[in-house]
């Protein structure tokens, strides 16, 4: 990770961390890399949206880019038009499931796919200098929203099936996902129940969507639905529920999207790439299927790069980020719905009986701090985790990271004893928060 960005992207509370001084510097950037470069462009529903989209264009420009808005769209939405417009860069203005003061920058490559640490490093690198085009090699800024037919047209030939005869409770989080996603359903013959599909970006992520999958219980339940799927505010993640009230997480759709391919012989090398923060229970499933699993850190781009470096099928973390690499470029909540419906029409199951993998119970804590970094090399939060794990004694793991994208330290623990997941857990806790308030 460089200086402003981190594991996904560039992301911050607008005006406090993320200025549209910093969005012009992206935008410019992008222009000293490349000559002249085409951009596509596409946000969220927040309302800050249009002023950060604006300050990345006029950055571009200066420097003789040619911009193309294409208005609310998922992430993966920009990865595909992208690549399939044969673009330079696509740039995605979303902070994806964090609430509406805050707000990121994502960026594609030609081919769709997120850049990695060193070309963000390029980028900020690009920050010092500026380019400033004079006229008549300026660039130009134009909006064409009809471009999203070429997502949607994706995502329909992904189906196999019709929907139909299927009822399908959708919640939008009020953000990317919010007309697309009941469209394409609706499309394939299903009977969709849209929840919180509406263009608001001030509630966007706001008791809704994929990081509030409680809400979706209740109308699965209400609406006696086959099952039901919530996005977060840029449908990267998808976070499921069964016909019985159960959440489906993004470990257990990965785990039952790899035990598919490989029934049908298309889940390459027999193996599947999660995180670090993948549920133990996940890889012993996997593992009595005769399917290898691999750990990368924490973050959808450190999954795609060991799949694209191992020539991999599908990868993904907890949190509802699942690649489906033979099909996108980039996590994509949408399409992975699709693709999980298709499944239990062509497996003539039901989604609780596919994805019914009972998980070691984990405890995960939040803790706002002043310096992540700081903290994170103390030698008493050191001592701390070496003295836990110790305890843990191979039956269960302790993790302590950095957030990648907010002032936190996030805390795990994973056994088969939850009471001493909580305990080891609220013990962390403690000594981050001593540790933060030593001056």
Do not use: W
């Not at 006229?135 to 064409?144: R, V």
């Not at 593992?287 to 799949?307: E, N, P, S, W």
């Not at 990271?401 to 004893?417: F, H, N």
Request: with cysteine; glycine share 10%; hydrophobic share 40%.
């Amino acid at each position: 990770m460089g200086l402003f960005f981190g594991t996904d992207g560039l992301r911050g509370r607008v005006n406090e961390d993320l200025t549209q001084n910093i969005a012009y510097k992206i935008g410019n950037a992008l222009s000293i890399l490349k000559d002249r470069p085409t951009i596509i462009i596409g946000s969220d529903t927040r309302i800050s949206n249009s002023y950060l989209t604006l300050s990345v264009a006029n950055g571009a420009m200066s420097g003789g880019a040619r911009v193309i808005d294409v208005g609310v769209v998922p992430t993966a939405g920009i990865a595909y038009i992208t690549k399939t417009f044969k673009a330079d860069f696509g740039i995605v203005i979303s902070a994806s499931h964090n609430s509406g003061e805050y707000n990121g920058i994502k960026v594609f490559n030609s081919e769709g796919y997120k850049l990695s640490d060193k070309e963000e490093e390029r980028i900020e690198r690009c920050f010092i200098r500026e380019k400033v085009n004079a006229f008549p090699d300026i660039g130009t800024y134009e909006q064409d929203f009809t471009l999203i037919k070429l997502y949607r047209k994706f995502l329909i030939s992904a189906s196999e099936n019709t929907l139909e005869g299927k009822t399908i409770v959708l919640d939008g989080a009020f953000g990317a996902a919010h007309r697309i996603a009941p469209e394409v359903f609706r499309r394939l013959g299903a009977n969709v129940v849209a929840a919180n599909c509406v263009n608001d970006g001030l509630k966007i992520n706001d008791n809704c969507g994929a990081l509030y999958p409680e809400n979706l219980v209740k109308r699965v339940f209400r609406y006696k639905a086959d099952m039901g799927f919530a996005f977060d505010g840029d449908a990267d993640r998808l976070i499921a529920v069964d016909e019985k009230g159960g959440i489906i997480d993004g470990d257990k759709i990965i785990c039952g999207i790899a035990k598919y391919l490989k029934k049908l012989g298309r889940l390459k090398k027999d193996t599947a790439v999660g995180t670090s923060h993948t549920n133990m229970a996940i890889e012993e499933e996997l593992k009595k299927c005769g399917i290898d699993f691999i750990r990368t850190d924490i973050g959808d781009k450190y999954v795609l790069a060991k799949l694209l470096e191992k020539d991999l099928s599908v990868g993904g973390e907890q949190s509802g980020h699942v690649i489906i690499k033979d099909l996108a470029t980039t996590g994509d909540g949408i399409l992975t719905a699709i693709i999980v419906a298709n499944m239990l029409i062509n497996e003539k199951t039901t989604m609780s009986e596919a994805l019914n993998i009972e998980l070691y119970p984990q405890t995960n804590k939040n803790v706002i701090v002043d310096d992540k970094f700081r903290i994170m090399n103390s030698e008493e939060l050191l001592k701390a985790i070496t003295k836990y794990n110790a305890e843990l004694d191979g039956k269960g793991r302790l993790m302590i990271r950095a957030s990648g994208t907010e002032p936190k330290i996030r805390v795990m623990v994973e056994s088969r004893d939850s009471q001493e997941n909580d305990r080891i857990a609220n013990a962390m806790v403690t000594t981050i928060k001593r540790i933060n308030a030593e001056v």
